[in-house]
Each structure stands twice: as structure tokens, then as C-alpha cells.
């Protein structure tokens, strides 16, 4: 079974479990931003509709796509030699 996969033996392992801890983090403060918070009741998200979780996970994957583009525009090429 690959590494950080769940395994239902052992239960969730993560590769990076501060990398985990960030992500749910930011999920409720997008979830936040989006005004999807007020049906999560002490981390339960049964009472969110499949529209607003989807909208949570759809913005943050578009932000990291935007934070990844704007890394990669920030890197200058190596230079070339000839």
C-alpha cells in the first residue's frame, strides 16, 4: 500500500502530517470566505450540501494552482551555455 495512503488496519497515516494539519486548516478558512461555515457544527460537514463542499475543495485547488503559477513565473531559467 503506498506510504500516506489509508489503511483501514491502522487507520489514516499521513506523509506530512503538518502539511495535513494546514490543508484542513485552510479548508474552514475558505469555507469561511465562501460563507459555507455556518452549516459545519464542530467539524461535522453532513449537514453541507455536495454544491458548497465542492466549491470549498474547487477553491482551494484554484488557488493552489495560482500559487504554484506564480512560483514558477518567479523562477528565472537557467542560463544557457554555448
Known amino acids: 500500500m503506498a506510504r500516506g ?8 497515516t ?4 503538518e502539511a495535513w494539519q494546514a490543508m484542513n486548516n485552510w479548508k474552514y478558512e475558505i469555507a469561511r470566505e465562501l460563507g459555507v461555515d455556518s452549516n459545519i457544527q464542530n ?5 453541507v450540501s455536495s454544491r458548497d ?3 470549498v475543495g474547487g477553491h482551494m485547488t484554484r488557488k493552489m494552482v495560482e500559487m ?3 512560483q514558477l513565473a518567479a523562477k528565472t531559467p537557467p542560463a544557457t551555455t554555448r
Open 5 to 12: 495512503s489509508y489503511n483501514r488496519s491502522r487507520g489514516a
Open 14 to 17: 499521513h506523509v506530512v502530517p
Open 43 to 47: 467539524g461535522y460537514w453532513g449537514n
Open 53 to 55: 463542499a465542492g466549491s
Open 68 to 70: 504554484a503559477q506564480q
